[in-house]
């Protein structure tokens, strides 16, 4: 599969906030992506959302490694991404992003913002969206969306988790899930442990 390009990148990296600077590195001589780029947020916390959300993604046949840029404190917001071969191969699971074993939890990044969960009312309805386009894909068991509480500063605000009756219902939610559009932003999909879903540890 051919290397992303630009706006392909750029279109990923912009469903995690507003970019201040981007650069993909490419050869002076040929002009051909070095498959490495650089990019700034606008806002500093998007960057851990971003590499939370995108590390270890499957992108074609080319897995991520998006990680915080060495640039010293000054730059605190700004990340680099970098494509590397995938060791495995699964024909027809391409667009799984996660190569880790399939869980019966599924963890969604980048649908909701801290902000849209404040409101009782808005969360309900999130909550509502959610059950009814999850529960397409297999049967679900529970569904955890943490919410922000002030002062405090709560694991997992921001991501949802969705727990299956099995690892393979799980596995049918994350292929139809991944890369899907949701209130105009990118959804991104990982397997998340069972026993640590139990625990709330997120």
């Known amino acids: 599969m051919p290397t992303c390009n630009t706006r392909q990148v750029k279109e990923l990296l912009t469903s995690f906030g507003p970019l201040k600077a981007f650069n993909l590195v490419k050869d002076s001589a040929t002009s051909l992506s070095k498959g490495y780029a650089f990019c700034?947020?606008?806002e500093i916390?998007?960057?851990d959302q971003a590499v939370a959300g995108l590390n270890g993604m499957q992108l074609g046949d080319k897995k991520l490694i998006v990680q915080r840029a060495s640039v010293g404190a000054k730059n605190a917001n700004q990340?680099?991404?970098?494509e590397t071969p995938v060791m495995l191969q699964v024909p027809g699971l391409q667009r799984l992003q996660n190569s880790g074993i399939p869980t019966e939890v599924l963890c969604?990044?980048?649908m909701v913002m801290p902000e849209e969960l404040m409101d009782d009312e808005d969360y309900e309805e999130i909550l509502e969206d959610i059950k009814e386009e999850c529960c397409k894909y297999g049967s679900v068991r529970s569904i955890e969306i943490p919410r922000p509480i002030d002062g405090v500063?709560?694991?997992?605000c921001g991501k949802i988790f969705v727990e299956y009756v099995s690892?393979?219902?799980c596995q049918k939610a994350m292929q139809a899930l991944t890369g899907r559009k949701f209130a105009?932003?990118?959804v991104v999909t990982k397997y998340f442990d069972s026993d640590m879903y139990h625990r709330h540890d997120f």
Do not use: C, K, Q, W
Not at 153 to 156: L, R
């Open 153 to 156: 500063e709560v694991p997992g």
């Open 40 to 42: 700034e947020y606008v």
């Open 108 to 110: 969604l990044l980048n």
């Open 79 to 82: 990340a680099a991404i970098i």
């Open 167 to 169: 690892a393979a219902d």
């Open 184 to 186: 105009n932003r990118v």
């Open 45 to 47: 916390s998007a960057t």
